[in-house]
């Protein structure tokens, strides 16, 4: 049997949507992020709401109080004095302050950075840097909050809004379909905004529309009122589908004890680049009768659907659960974390289009050429070439960060402009040659309005990160 727990919808073009419709509330006003629950379906009137607090949608908890809103910052004194105790002959003494440390989060990041260029044990460098390094990774995780507040405007201001605040746009792709809203939201994560954007209008990501830049919007997308899903900062890991296979050509087909989850994973567009992922670690998979899912060996991973290089971040990913032999109807609890590779530190590609010649840009001895403008069959038609150094081409053998870099531009995550700052959809792209001599793409364009400049973003660094995950009440198939 197979359950899916989002049915998407075609999606036809890029249009604004229309204002017009009902108003709801979405509040978050403590360190707590809270919920907003609308207790009524019609359309017609304003929604009235309640304030609910600590539910499953709450993300998960961190290790450093960084997360938490209302925590005390420490003095720079208190920060010394723990650093301090790193030094410690007392193993408990070291960890606590190893501890009170990570905590503080980005405010102790200066003086230890500092303390590790000045004398040290080696224990306190270890704990120094193995903190350093938690902070960091915590930051990936924790993602934006959204604070906004503002009364009866169309959906597509509001999504823009809250897109803004998290550092991408919004790209909502039908025509005719929103409400106004009315939302307040203090210091309340980026998904959990969305998620209840998602319960007033029926606009959510559409992974499987890729075109324009930032985070791609329209009907029956991932979220939505009953979305079964885990928010990690910047990150929610989604559950899609859930099914159970029984093979009729098998001597015994209702021996088959094995069944799958598929989910997806999302990221907010800019805050990371490509993902790599490796497979998915399930630690605790429980149904309501007390049965554990989990095989004897590690469950099985899948990676497919959507290109990573699109605009939005987007993996498929299913998980092989072990029937057992009296299922119960849902899967109370499934944790685990999924381990990734995230690129960062980005890098704005901005080059003219020129008609002669050729407008170039260097990241890492990479150099991206972008020029000869041309009408062709009814096309405007440019090339973007790549070139990597002499020694790197003679060899053939880019650095990491040099082919990281290739392959994001050979994807072409971009968007191209006309002069009036529209943005065009490229209508695919040839390309030839070898990296000794150099990647030419032709790019063409629909006949209409110039192009006049192209943009795209490229990141040079990777960081391994463990994304968790904790799912709760999965139904059964």
Known sequence: MFKPFNTPSVLIAVCAIAAGGAATVVRAASATPALVIPTTKNSSAP???????????TPPATNSAKSDVSAPVPTPVEIQRWIHALASDEYGIRHRAARKLLAAGDAAMPAMKKALDGLTTPE????????INKITNLDFLRGPLITINVKNISAQKAFQEICQQAGTTANVIQQGISPNVTIHATKAPFWQVMQQMAVLTNISPVPW????????LGLN??????????????????????????????????????????????TIPGKTGPLQMQNADVT??????????????QPVFFQNGWFPNQPMSVYNFTLSLQWPHKPGTRITTLKGYLPILAAYHKKMLNLKIRAKGTVHQTLHGVRISVGHLQKVNGLWQFTLAIKLPAAEAAANNPTPT??????QIQNFNGDIYSSAGTVLNPNGWSSMGGWQQGMVY?????MGAKPARLTMPVF??????????DLKNIPMP
Do not use: C, W
Not at 47 to 57: N, Q
Not at 209 to 216: P, R, V, W
Not at 442 to 446: D, E, F, L, N, S
Not at 460 to 466: E, G, S
């Open 442 to 446: 032709t790019i063409p364009i629909q």
């Open 124 to 131: 306190m460098r270890h704990l120094l840097r193995q903190d």
């Open 460 to 469: 040079t660094r990777a960081r391994d990160l463990k994304i968790p995950f």
């Open 402 to 407: 040099q082919q990281a870099i290739l392959n």
């Open 221 to 266: 997308g991932v979220l939505n009122r009953g979305s079964i899903m885990s928010i990690q900062g910047a990150f929610v890991i989604v559950a899609q589908s859930i099914s159970r296979t029984i093979m009729l050509n098998q001597p015994k087909p209702a021996a088959n004890n094995m069944f799958s989850l598929s989910m997806v994973l999302l």
């Open 284 to 297: 605790k998979a429980v149904d309501n009768h007390g049965n554990s899912l989990l095989g004897p060996a």
């Open 209 to 216: 529309y890729n075109q324009g830049s930032g985070l791609q």
């Open 47 to 57: 929604r009235t709401t309640h304030v609910a607090t600590g539910t499953a949608m």
